[in-house]
């Protein structure tokens, strides 16, 4: 096939078609056993065709990474839409975005690995996977934003001493940096979005499963415990199974 006269639906396709064999070795081999004469073997496709789209494996690596977290990203944006049209508090809201992740890392382990694992050998990943990257922490920055708005957020009993640890980036996601005696919420919102990932990290990859006995109702108190740190009150209750 020669791309370079193809129409843009043909070379839509053939990237849609490439990425999905991709996805496939993920599961098989992990990134680290990704090679792009390795996908076009598995597709199908002619060596030429694949490298005309993605000329080196980490552009390939690049794709699959942006895909991943604008894919997980957009399940929390409509969890956060649904809850909201429902009349859901911050807590619940928080709640409803927080397990959608969950739904889709189970659902997307290869991708999930790929974007939350260990590195990949070599690869470096460009300013690229940026903007994508940022949509999960701004979902929840959002919801949090909401809480002090609101006057859902409870403050905290003992403020972090200045000055400040936060990179403009962070301060500019949140929307700004909050006064007294909310100051330090964005550095706490930070590591309530790591204490997510390494819940989700531990529940994925089975560390949880011998510990205890209801996965989905600890993921959902594990939440609810790490969101007190931000005084913001999540429900309990009610669970996916």
Not at 86 to 104: D, I, K
Not at 210 to 229: G, L, Q
């Amino acid at each position: 096939m020669d791309v370079s006269g193809a129409s843009v639906a043909d070379q839509d396709g053939l990237t849609a078609a490439i990425k999905a064999s991709a996805r496939e070795l993920l599961v098989k081999l992990g990134a680290g056993g990704l090679s792009l004469d390795g996908v076009a073997r598995a597709g199908g496709f002619a060596a030429a065709e694949v490298s005309a789209v993605f000329p080196e494996r980490d552009d390939l690596l690049t794709a699959l990474i942006i895909d991943a977290y604008n894919e997980s990203a957009a399940a929390m944006e409509r969890a956060d839409q649904d809850a909201r049209e429902a009349g859901a508090s911050a807590g619940a809201r928080f709640l409803a975005v927080t397990r959608a992740l969950r739904e889709w890392s189970f659902a997307n382990t290869a991708e999930f690995t790929l974007i939350y694992g260990s590195p990949v050998p070599g690869y470096h990943a460009p300013q690229d996977t940026v903007p994508a990257a940022a949509r999960t922490p701004a979902v929840m920055a959002g919801i949090v934003r909401s809480a002090l708005e609101a006057g859902e957020l409870t403050p905290p009993r003992r403020p972090l001493p200045g000055p400040s640890l936060l990179l403009p980036e962070a301060v500019e996601l949140f929307g700004g940096a909050p006064g007294a005696p909310f100051a330090d919420v964005i550095e706490r919102g930070i590591v309530l979005w790591s204490n997510l990932i390494g819940l989700l990290v531990f529940q994925v990859f089975s560390r949880t499963h011998d510990s205890v006995r209801d996965e989905p109702a600890f993921f959902d108190f594990a939440i609810a415990v790490a969101a007190e740190s931000i005084g913001l009150e999540v429900p309990l209750g009610d669970h996916n199974d």
